[in-house]
């Protein structure tokens, strides 16, 4: 039986399990506190502790969270480990949700994204002051420092305190960090009045001087090696107990006690262990093997009766329980949270001198229990095994290695990867014969293509050139032995190898699979052979090889059309290959079979929204800017979470440049896009990306004549006009700025064939008279060709347009041919077909521009009706009700979630700064909410913060009025009764909107009117969201504000959704109760309500969804 710790001696617990009693760092402990508490400003606010390994980093942290955790405060505690996942999205959910003072404050388990992580930690900080800490940042690097950098993006404008440690060293996570740091505190050793405390907690008496100074000299103040060296004083003998008097005293001289706690404290962790008996430290080292965290799942395995072992292991100090979560690595979860050794420099030493059997481990691995550390692949990936390995223990290892490996490449723990590769290699290599060749073959060739798939994403091809022959090789035999499949599956390795490393000869594949294919025809009807095609199809359109591309449709088509082939079969044809040819049309009649094929893709929509950047963009191209808009939101979410960032930033700007073509204003845009995740730090890759799409930003605005704006927005990017697509280059030269010489750069890429470029480039020169009559009609056919092409894609606008500018220009300057009736004909071709292609696309923003500038050169009557037709278009949009729209307030204040206020004219709500301004317009909302107003000294008592003096409080009331008056305006708080308040006629706050909506559907069902109580309620929700009212404000008043309007919410949405199901509602039950199960999705009888619905409908896939949901949050 254990002894409770604070009833055993100090120095009685330090024998039993190393504990060292807490002094010396009661300063840092104090500003952690105040990091805490004081939430002025209301922003996050981060604090760093710097300390070499043993400096009592962690102990420091421990401290704190107890304090807070007593002064009744949220905590989320993580700690990153080497070897381990710091992925920091996964590990934050689960430090969240095993948060005995937070995880009680969230509705449901947070998924492991970096935007799922954030809102659940903004929740929590709307609901309780909250610590966040994260240990050992140090760790972070690449993808996960990009996440981390994320993660405090998003939380950059909530009220929370981030606690940090680290090592010191050249620290990458600084940087994310600096802009939010408030405190940086390095951790020294402990000094002398601090070990002379220490001393006397421990032994219960005063120091023996000599002793502590000889301590000192030999830890520097290290605690760790301080805990060591005192260790080894104790089991050598140089300190005992006197039997008498029951007392410790050093038992040796000065000069040889010195020498011993010298000795011991430079083997820090021999000092940790050395109290262990033989096999206490036999199981400490097997353990090792399975890294610094474990499960008890892979202990059992490894270690027979471990539970009694582990037990003595925890009570000697070695092993403990963590207070933070761990993410697995080879996503298996453990049913108990893990082990963990008490410190890395005690793990490393242990793992250094263990002895493993690596058949167990092998057969550990095969079994696939909960690992949190790669310790066991590296085990095997950098150690010779010493036995041989049976062929059947061998593939079943690699059976199930290889898929965490594939995993782990697509997760931010993706160097990881390759390490696991690396121990299946071992296994391989370490099999004691192989039963067959092929089976041998089939094993090998499988590793071998994991592996390039691993190595391609990270070094050049010269680096897994050997790999590619030996998967050629194998395959060819393979084919020999009659398993044609695995040469499919080879080609598409050796084509993309050849792609990148000799050019033109990956063609040759080509030929190779069409003769795999003539003499074994069962192939083109699998899989591999898709994959294939899908690969050469991505290269034809990088090179661009429009021949190719056409051969491959043309295969496509036939394939589809056969018997032959299956619906899955085609399914994937038509996402991983067809996909590709949407983009691809020169005629009106290759649109319309590019539509039909967006319509097969949309059928397809299985959640797996990987494929639809190209989706997407073919809704921009093709002029369809609201739909782009539509789709986007899904997109957008997706690819964030999903860390896809190329995806991300494409579909973000070509939602953006679609709203820039339905009006939206180049200031507008801009603050969209600085608010977007790492805009500031792009690297390389992405910023071409980015570069690409910004063209289409200003394309959108120039074709609205917002050339200023469009200009705007080029500056912002950066953009040079030598750098746009060449394709538009002329449009830029022409349409937004002022004329001038042909530009080299269009000569040099093959530009002057285009007929707008001939045209402008003969516009230009000296018109002879004895060739007039001939210049003018090689003009006239110039412009011709360009308006006789169809407009297939939004970037055809642009040559129309340049050709209007260009005859306009010439026009002026007195160009005979500009003069002709014939010009005159093709110029109101021009703007005709260009009007007709807005209003069939419904785009009616440039219309009324256009036709401002343009519009005298076509008949009165036909200028008038587009005119109208363009007005009529924009009434539309706008809901045809202009009238009917009430009048936008001077003020809206949102109190859910994040306490914002957005002016009229402001683009998006912003944060309130200062933690008073948000604590007083909390209260001012709060007071608006009760049936009686709040008394003058409960109102100055909750203003200020202030019970003891009710005169000062006052005071410091009127000046947090003023301030807040400074921030919003003056007008918006009334002060003509005894308390403040708001100007409710100038100001419309989202929760006041929130219950006056429920209090109408409360009336609403108390008079039997359902389907207006159905749509008040549905406006509450949509209101509410789920978000945390008064975020941020956590007096109990407050909180019992937020109860009492969750709990009316909660049950008239209940009862409103029972007495549809009464009535024979289920659709609308539904709807009711599909949004409230977004907000309460722990909510039994919600779940079980639209369990009912959606069963009376008989829809049982979606009641069967419902109820795992409802399992999963149980």
């Known amino acids: 039986m254990s002894i409770p710790s604070a009833a055993i001696p100090s120095i009685d617990r330090f024998v039993r399990s190393g504990a060292l009693p807490f002094v010396g760092r009661v300063a840092e402990l104090e500003q952690i506190s105040q990091l805490w508490s004081h939430a002025e400003p209301a922003t996050l606010r981060a604090m760093l502790v710097v300390g070499e390994a043993g400096s009592g980093k962690s102990r420091l942290v421990e401290e704190a969270i107890r304090r807070i955790a007593a002064a ?49 930690l903004q929740r929590i900080a709307g609901l309780r002051r909250t610590l966040l800490v994260i240990e050992d940042i140090h760790l972070l690097q690449g993808a996960t420092l990009r996440e981390f950098a994320m993660l405090l993006d998003s939380l950059a404008d909530d009220s929370l305190a981030l606690l940090c440690t680290s090592r010191p060293a050249d620290l990458e996570a600084r940087q994310p960090l600096q802009p939010f740091l408030q405190k940086e505190v390095a951790l020294a050793g402990l000094e002398g009045e601090a070990l002379s405390e220490l001393w006397d907690q421990l032994f219960g008496g005063n120091a023996d001087p000599q002793a502590l100074r000889s301590m000192e000299r030999a830890t520097l103040g290290n605690p760790l090696a301080f805990r060591s060296a005192l260790r080894g004083a104790i089991n050598t003998g140089a300190m005992r107990m006197d039997e008498r008097t029951n007392a410790w005293r050093v038992s040796l001289a000065p000069a040889a006690f010195a020498e011993v706690v010298e000795r011991t404290a430079q083997r820090i962790s021999e000092g940790m262990i050395a109290h262990l008996s033989d096999e206490e430290l036999h199981a400490a080292q097997l353990l090792a093997v399975l890294g610094e965290s474990f499960s008890f799942e892979a202990a059992t395995l490894l270690l027979p009766n471990v539970g009694p072992m582990v037990e003595q292991l925890m009570e000697q100090g070695v092993i403990v329980r963590p207070h933070t979560a761990s993410h697995t690595l080879n996503g298996v979860a453990s049913a108990q949270p893990p082990f963990a050794f008490v410190h890395t420099l005690l793990h490393r030493s242990l793992w250094e001198r263990a002895a493993p059997p690596f058949r167990s481990i092998v057969a550990l691995l095969t079994d696939s229990p909960p690992l949190f550390s790669v310790r066991p692949f590296q085990l095997l990936a950098e150690r010779a095994l010493p036995q041989p390995l049976p062929q059947s223990l061998a593939e079943r290892a690699i059976a199930a290695l290889l898929p965490a490996a594939s995993a782990l ?33 089939r094993v090998r060739i499988e590793l071998l293509m994991r592996g390039v798939n691993q190595l391609r994403t990270r070094n050049a091809p010269e680096a897994y050139a050997g790999m590619i022959d030996e998967i050629m090789e194998i395959s060819a035999t393979l084919l020999d032995d009659g398993y044609p499949t695995a040469r499919m599956y080879a080609f598409p390795f050796q084509q993309e190898y050849l792609w990148r490393c000799q050019g033109p000869a990956y063609l040759n594949v080509w030929d190779q699979v069409q003769e795999l294919c003539r003499s074994h025809p069962e192939v083109r009807y699998d899989f591999p052979y898709l994959e294939f095609l ?68 949309d059928a397809l929509d299985d959640g797996d929204l990987r494929n639809r950047p190209w989706v997407l963009e073919f809704l921009f191209t093709t002029g369809a800017p609201s739909e782009t808009i539509a789709q986007s939101d899904r997109l957008v979410r997706y690819f964030r979470d999903a860390a896809y960032w190329q995806s991300f930033y494409s579909a973000m700007l070509l939602k953006l440049a679609s709203l820039a073509l339905m009006g939206a204003a180049a200031t507008e845009l801009q603050s969209l896009l600085a608010a977007l995740p790492n805009w500031g730090n792009l690297d390389q890759e992405l910023h071409g990306l980015v570069a690409r799409r910004c063209w289409d930003i200003c394309l959108a605005l120039a074709l609205r004549f917002d050339i200023e704006g469009a200009m705007e927005m080029a500056a912002f990017f950066q953009l040079e006009l030598g750098d746009a697509p060449l394709s538009q280059r002329l449009f830029w030269q022409r349409c937004a700025a002022s004329g001038g010489e042909v530009p080299d750069e269009f000569m040099e890429e093959g530009g002057e064939e285009h007929p707008l470029l001939r045209l402008w480039k003969a516009s230009t020169l000296p018109v002879e008279p004895a060739t007039m009559e001939m210049e003018v009609e090689m003009k006239m056919e110039m412009a011709r060709e360009l308006l006789h092409r169809p407009i297939l894609r939004i970037y055809d606008l642009a040559d129309r347009y340049t050709f209007l500018a260009i ?64 007005r009529a278009m924009a009434k539309n949009a706008e809901g045809n009700q202009p009238t009917a729209t009430p009048p936008e307030p001077a003020l809206r204040v949102g109190m859910f979630g994040k306490i914002t206020t957005q002016p009229r004219g402001a683009a998006e709500p912003s944060r309130l700064r200062g933690a008073r301004n948000q604590a007083l317009l909390g209260l001012l909302v709060a007071d608006a909410m009760l049936r009686e107003p709040l008394e003058r000294i409960d109102f100055c008592r909750l203003a200020t913060n202030d019970s003891e003096d009710p005169d000062r409080a006052r005071r410091s009331m009127n000046v947090a009025v003023l301030r807040l008056r400074e921030a919003i305006g003056t007008e918006m708080i009334l002060t003509d009764g005894d308390t403040p308040r708001l100007n409710r006629e100038l100001c419309h706050v989202d929760i006041l909107d929130a219950y006056a909506a429920l209090r109408q559907a409360r009336q609403a069902l108390r008079e039997g009117g359902v389907a207006d109580a159905l749509r008040s309620i549905q406006q509450m929700l949509a209101l509410w969201r789920g978000q945390v009212p008064f975020p941020g404000l956590y007096d109990e008043f407050y909180e019992s504000l937020r109860e009492e309007f969750e709990s009316r919410a909660r049950s008239t949405a209940v009862a409103v959704a029972k007495r549809l199901l009464n009535e024979d509602d289920p659709a609308g039950a539904e709807q009711l109760l599909q949004q409230t199960f977004s907000i309460l999705p722990e909510d039994e009888e919600v779940g079980n309500l639209l369990q009912s619905a959606l069963l009376r409908q008989g829809k049982l ?13 149980e």
Request: hydrophobic share 40%; charged share 25%.
């Open 72 to 120: 009744d405060g949220a905590v989320v505690h993580a700690r990153l480990r080497p070897e381990e996942s710091a992925s920091i999205g996964p590990v934050l959910a689960l430090a969240m949700w095993g948060s005995e003072s937070a995880g009680g404050l969230l509705k449901q388990e947070p998924e492991g994204t970096i935007p799922a992580a954030a809102a659940a």
């Open 409 to 441: 490449d697509h997760s931010a723990d993706w160097p990881y990867a390759l390490t696991i590769y690396h121990a299946c290699e071992a296994i391989y290599q370490a099999v004691d014969g192989w039963e067959n060749r092929t089976d041998q073959h």
């Open 534 to 601: 899908g690969q050469a199809m991505h290269f034809a359109i990088i090179e661009p090889d429009l021949e190719r591309m056409g051969i491959i449709e043309q295969e496509i088509d036939e394939l589809m059309a056969s018997e032959q082939a299956t619906e899955p079969f085609k399914n994937h044809a038509l996402l991983h290959v067809a996909r590709y040819l949407i983009l691809k049309f020169d005629t009106l009649e290759e649109l319309a079979r590019r539509q039909r094929l967006r319509q097969q893709l």
């Open 807 to 870: 005859a306009q220009q010439a026009e002026q300057e007195g160009n005979p041919w500009a003069a002709t009736k014939a010009a005159e004909a093709l110029r109101q071709m021009g703007i005709r077909s260009l009007v007709e292609w807005f209003v069939e696309h419904g785009i009616h923003t440039p219309i009324e521009p256009l036709l401002d500038r343009y519009g005298s050169h076509l008949p009165k009557e036909e200028a008038t009706r587009w005119l109208r037709a363009g």
């Open 1101 to 1113: 896939a979606d009641t069967q969804w419902v109820a795992m949901k409802a399992e999963e949050n």
